[in-house]
C-alpha cells in the first residue's frame, strides 16, 4: 500500500532562518506531488505542484521553493524566513489520472517568531 | 469572482441521527467534486469523488449528491456516531484545470452522543 512522510510535524523557527520541509512517499511511481498551506478558517492553497522529477509549477508567488529530488521526494524551502509562512503546510500525492483524489501527509505546523 | 463556500459555522447532530453538509460553488464548472474528511492536526482523508454527470455516490453511511444546475453538492451521514466528528472539506475540480482543486473552508461536524 501506498503510504506518505512528511516531517517534522511542528517547527517554531525565527524570522530570517532558513526553512527545509521534506515529504516523501512510498509504495507508487511517479506519482503527483503537492504542496499546500492552509490558514484557519480558509480553503487549502496550492503552493507547489510536479509532475516528474525536476518539474516544479508554482501557484502563488511567494518566499518559498520546491523541488523534487527524487522520484518520491519533494522538498519545500525558505532561504529567509517570514512572519507571514506561519501557518500549517501539508503534503500530498496523486496518481496521474485527471480525477486522481489526493493523499495527504499529516502535515507541518510552522510558526515563525 | 469565483468561489466554493461551506457553512462554516460548526455543525451539532445528535447520534444516530442524519447529518447533512452543503458545498455551494459559483461561476465554475466543475468536472468532479470530492469530499474528504480532517481531524485537528492532521491532513485531510479523501472519502469520495462525485463526477458531473452523476446525481448520487454512495459509499456505506456516507451519500453524496451533485447538482449541477443549483451549483451545489450535499454530503451526508446516516446513522451519525461520534467517531464521525471532524471537519468535512469539499474540493472541485474546473474543467479546465489540470491539477489545481478549488477547496471550500470546510465546515465542522460535533456528533453529540
Known amino acids: 500500500s501506498q503510504t506518505i512522510h512528511q516531517w517534522p510535524a511542528t517547527l517554531v523557527q525565527p524570522v530570517g532562518s532558513p526553512l527545509s520541509l521534506e515529504c516523501t512517499v512510498e509504495g507508487t511511481s511517479n506519482p503527483n506531488l503537492y504542496w499546500y498551506r492552509q490558514a484557519a478558517g480558509r480553503g487549502l492553497q496550492l503552493l507547489f505542484y510536479?509532475?516528474?522529477?525536476?518539474?516544479i509549477s508554482s501557484e502563488v508567488p511567494q518566499n518559498l521553493s520546491a523541488s523534487r529530488p527524487q522520484d518520491r521526494q519533494f522538498i519545500l524551502s525558505s532561504k529567509k524566513l517570514l512572519l507571514s509562512d506561519s501557518g500549517f503546510y501539508l503534503c500530498?500525492?496523486?496518481?496521474?489520472?485527471?480525477?486522481?483524489?489526493?493523499?495527504f501527509g499529516n502535515g507541518t505546523r510552522l510558526t515563525v517568531t | 469572482s469565483q468561489k466554493i463556500e461551506q457553512n462554516s459555522e460548526a455543525l451539532n447532530i445528535q447520534e444516530g441521527k442524519t447529518a447533512t453538509l452543503t458545498c455551494n460553488y459559483t461561476n465554475y464548472s466543475p468536472a468532479y467534486l470530492q469530499w474528504y474528511r480532517q481531524d485537528p492536526g492532521r491532513g485531510p482523508v479523501f472519502l469520495l469523488l462525485i463526477r458531473e454527470n452523476e446525481k448520487e455516490k454512495r459509499k456505506e453511511r456516507l451519500k453524496v449528491t451533485f447538482d449541477t444546475t443549483l451549483k451545489q453538492s450535499l454530503f451526508h451521514i446516516t446513522a451519525s456516531q461520534p467517531a464521525d466528528s471532524a471537519t468535512y472539506l469539499c474540493?472541485?475540480?474546473?474543467?479546465?484545470?489540470?491539477?489545481?482543486?478549488?477547496w471550500g473552508a470546510g465546515t465542522k461536524l460535533i456528533i453529540k452522543p
Open positions: 510536479s509532475v516528474g522529477i525536476g518539474q
Open positions: 474540493a472541485l475540480t474546473p474543467v479546465d484545470s489540470n491539477y489545481q482543486l478549488i
Open positions: 500530498a500525492w496523486s496518481g496521474g489520472e485527471y480525477n486522481s483524489p489526493l493523499h
